[in-house]
């Protein structure tokens, strides 16, 4: 009982996460300039991935496998937030199109 | 004695970091050791404690503070953004910190990235550079209130940070 009802809890924060992770990329769609693209990519894209941790957390095997997980989402939260705000001062200071020739080339 | 302290503290949290990473394989713990006090030492090195010490409970309280924002923030761009009109003001505003210096300024500005609303665009000296989402919001109240709680993770005291100008 107990067991069928994590499960259920936990596809259901896989689904949140997958949906958010889907809106953020809609925003590189939806919103028209690079720095409102960067607000949807880096909150939202943070919210997809705590969920999914949370998902995962009851799967862990052990206590150290669980921090682990944490681990990989405090890391990933620390480099999203330093990449937005570098991204954002690259756009600031208008080396936009030099940004924007190096994302064609790669 | 800072030096010291602040040797075992890293290194303590290293080896945390190193058991979470082996996933608390046993057989791996010695050269573990070795090697968190190898980079203890140089993070110590390259990087010497500064005067702003971490408070344990206000930081945990900070975390809670900060998870719950960022849930606000996640939510608040998925509504703007599922919502058929794109509601967004967009623009650019220049913020005063009264943090000190170092790890409070940049702990403030990658915080408010992750923030509703705000995105940090460049911090030059005392100023912040903050892109808006929608400049209709209490962006300022924010901006204060996110302000106190990285001045008390940092055991600064309220008068201190205030009194700077502003």
């Given at each position: 009982m107990i067991e069928s009802f994590?499960?259920?809890?936990?596809?259901?924060?896989?689904l949140a996460g997958c949906f958010f992770f889907g809106v953020g990329t809609l925003g590189l769609f939806r919103f028209s300039d690079t720095l409102c693209r960067i607000h949807a990519l880096t909150k939202i894209d943070n919210l997809g991935l705590?969920?999914?941790?949370?998902?995962?957390?009851?799967?862990a095997p052990s206590m150290a496998a669980g921090l682990k997980v944490v681990l990989?989402?405090?890391?990933?939260?620390?480099?999203?937030?330093t990449s937005a705000h570098l991204v954002a001062r690259a756009v600031r200071s208008g080396v936009r199109a030099r940004m924007e020739k190096g994302n064609r080339n790669g | 004695?800072?030096?010291?302290?602040?040797?075992?503290?890293?290194?303590?949290?290293f080896f945390l970091v190193w058991w979470v990473l082996t996933e608390g394989d046993p057989s791996g713990l010695w050269s573990g050791a070795v090697i968190v006090l190898i980079v203890a030492l140089f993070s110590c090195t390259l990087y010497p404690p500064s005067?702003?010490?971490?408070?344990?409970?206000?930081?945990?309280?900070?975390?809670?503070?900060?998870?719950?924002?960022s849930v606000t923030a996640g939510l608040d761009v998925a509504r703007r953004l599922l919502s058929p009109s794109i509601p967004l003001n967009p623009g650019y505003l220049l913020v005063k910190t009264s943090l000190p210096e170092g790890g409070p300024r940049w702990l403030l500005a990658n915080t408010l990235s992750?923030?509703?609303?705000?995105?940090?665009?460049?911090?030059?000296?005392?100023?912040?550079e903050l892109h808006c989402l929608?400049?209709?919001?209490?962006i300022d109240e924010d901006v204060r209130a996110a302000e106190r709680r990285v001045a008390g993770v940092f055991g600064l005291s309220e008068t201190s940070a205030e009194e700077s100008p502003s």
């Open positions: 994590v499960l259920i809890t936990q596809v259901l924060l896989m705590g969920f999914i941790v949370l998902a995962l957390l009851p799967l990989i989402w405090v890391v990933a939260l620390a480099a999203s937030a | 004695m800072a030096l010291l302290r602040a040797f075992c503290l890293r290194a303590g949290v005067s702003h010490a971490l408070r344990p409970a206000a930081a945990l309280a900070f975390a809670g503070y900060f998870t719950l924002r992750l923030m509703p609303g705000t995105l940090s665009v460049r911090l030059q000296g005392a100023s912040l929608d400049l209709d919001l209490p």
